[in-house]
Structures are given as structure tokens and as C-alpha cells.
């Protein structure tokens, strides 16, 4: 019997399985899997990340080193596309281990229904994930818990702050300076 047909509904567990490993032996951390379908398109990926962000050279080489376990192992059945990337700056917690990570970051709880106060987006400071949910602190102090399944998603926030801007545009007005001269 083919092992994709006994596997299906894991194809991320399994993936994951396979793509652990080999993101450590390239001194990688194995972020998420996700196998979803957009349009007419199947598409698996993998987020990557490391100490210092991921680059370029890291999403080719995960690529190239998972590709051939990938076809060895046959774990979905229809045509794909494989996608290898950074999980980005505001990334998605999906698992226990992300919210353990992040405790302490500031995050965006995007709630499927408008609270009490008509949001759908709230932000705060993770507090963690507990049986009961997930938990922030508010900026008046103020500790909330939502249950996961009145979340779509949890993200972290990109906290630059205005220094970091300004240091930002002038290097931009430097660098296109330098290109008009």
C-alpha cells in the first residue's frame, strides 16, 4: 500500500519529521510546516529561522537538502509547490513551543469576532499559553486571557521605534546621495 495514502491528514507531522533534522544539521531551527492550498495551487512550507535571522543561502540550502527525502518519502499525494522562507519579523505563533519562546514580546491577537469593544485586533505583551488560552498584558496593565479559538491568529509585533527609523532614512538618504553623485 503507497505510505502517502496511510499518512493522509499528516502531511505536516510528517514533513515535519523529515525537515527536522536536516534544518539542524544546517544550524537551523525548523519554525512551522503549513500545507495549505491557494487557488488551484497545493503549496508546503517550511519556515526556518536562526540566531541572527535567516538569509537567502539558508531558505537554498534547506531546499536543496530536503528536496530528494522529500520524493523519497512521498508524503502528498498531489502536485505541490515547495516553498522554504523566514517566518519574517511578525511572525505567527502556532505552537506551544512559540508561545514559550516569546513570552515577554509584544504580540497582536487577531480575534475572529470584535470583542466587548468592538476590536478585532488587540495587543498587549504575551504573558504565555495556558489551558485556558492565550494571555497579554495590556498597555493600562491589565491582564487578558482569549481562548485559541476565539483567535485567528497571534503575531508579534515589529518593534522599531523611531530612532531606529531615522537611523533607517539616513542611511537611505546617504546611499541614494552617493548614487546621484
Not at 491577537?109 to 466587548?116: A, C, K, Q, S
Amino acid at each position: 500500500m503507497n505510505m502517502a495514502k496511510q499518512r493522509k491528514g499528516n502531511t505536516v507531522e510528517t514533513v515535519w519529521k523529515l525537515a527536522q533534522p536536516i534544518a539542524e544539521s544546517l544550524g537551523l531551527k525548523l519554525w512551522d510546516v503549513r500545507f495549505v492550498k491557494e487557488g488551484a495551487t497545493w503549496i508546503l512550507r517550511i519556515f526556518i529561522d536562526k540566531d541572527g535571522g535567516v538569509n537567502i543561502d539558508d531558505c537554498v540550502d534547506m531546499t536543496h537538502a530536503i528536496d530528494k527525502p522529500l520524493d523519497e518519502a512521498d508524503p502528498i499525494d498531489q502536485a505541490y509547490c515547495l516553498e522554504v522562507s523566514s517566518p519574517g519579523i511578525e511572525r505567527e505563533l502556532t505552537r506551544p513551543e512559540h508561545f514559550e519562546q516569546m513570552t515577554g514580546e509584544a504580540v497582536v491577537l487577531h480575534l475572529i469576532r470584535p470583542n466587548e469593544n468592538g476590536e478585532r485586533e488587540v495587543a498587549g505583551i504575551l504573558n504565555g499559553l495556558t489551558e485556558a488560552g492565550v494571555s497579554i498584558t495590556d498597555e493600562d496593565g491589565t491582564e487578558h486571557t482569549y481562548a485559541r479559538k476565539e483567535l485567528s491568529a497571534v503575531t508579534l509585533i515589529d518593534m522599531f521605534d523611531d530612532e531606529d527609523l531615522e537611523y533607517l532614512d539616513e542611511e537611505a538618504e546617504e546611499a541614494v546621495e552617493e548614487w546621484e553623485e
